[in-house]
Structure formats: C-alpha cells, structure tokens
Nanobody, 122 residues
Framework: QVQLVESGGGSVQAGGSLRLSCVTSEYTSRIDCMGWFRQTPGKEREGVATMYNIGRTTYYADSVKGRFTISRDNAKNTLYLEMSSLKIEDTALYYC???????????????WGQGTQVTVSS
C-alpha cells in the first residue's frame, strides 16, 4: 500500500501560480507511473498530468498543456506539479496518484492521495 500526501493547494487569482507537492511512503524510483488528477463536483476525476519513471515520458491534458509541468524527485520521494497562468476553470480538488495507467480512453490509478484544493478566482 502506497501512501501519498499532497500539499501546496490554496486560493490564487487568475493568472497566478501554485506548486503542488506529493510525498510518498514508497520509493518513487520503484513506482513507474505517477500523476496528478483533478475533480470537481458532479464530474469524473480526470488525468491532468502523468509521468513515467523510465524515460520520464509525460502526458498532459490538452487543457493544461503549456501551463502545467509535472516533475519528480526520486531522491526526495516527491512528485510536483507546477501550475502557472491559472484559470478559473482550473479550480478543483487535485489528487496525487501512484501506479497510474491508461485504459479505455482515460487515465486512472491504483493509489490516491487525499487531495488538495485549488481555487482560482477572478
């Protein structure tokens, strides 16, 4: 069982930046796919960005390309999400995920953090 603890969420004005962090209980070097997902009330959880350990291959949702950057520091067992040029529609509960996978046209994962709220206002 992998435990994930997110931090860094908060309230920011549109156009601002935030950095989310996720510390894992497992060595991130042993976890191939890690990622960030987000969810708003009444909607399905969606994959925002994922990164594979081998080759550091990344995926970004079209809605965040060019604005969000995912990275991982295996020495610190930490996953990051740098978010810039934030928009009101980025408001959501953001989840860190470990052992993610792509299936039936969508991303999902085996392990989830508790989530950290990001609120973007005008």
């Amino acid at each position: 069982q992998v435990q994930l603890v997110e931090s860094g969420g908060g309230s920011v004005q549109a156009g601002g930046s935030l950095r989310l962090s996720c510390v894992t209980s497992e060595y991130t070097s042993r976890i191939d796919c890690m990622g960030w997902f987000r969810q708003t009330p009444g909607k399905e959880r969606e994959g925002v960005a994922t990164m594979y350990n081998i080759g550091r291959t990344t995926y970004y949702a079209d809605s965040v390309k060019g604005r969000f950057t995912i990275s991982r520091d295996n020495a610190k067992n930490t996953l990051y999400l740098e978010m810039s040029s934030l928009k009101i529609e980025d408001t959501a509960l953001y989840y860190c995920a470990a052992a993610c996978f792509f299936d039936n046209g969508r991303w999902s994962s085996h392990y989830w953090g508790q989530g950290t709220q990001v609120t973007v206002s005008s």
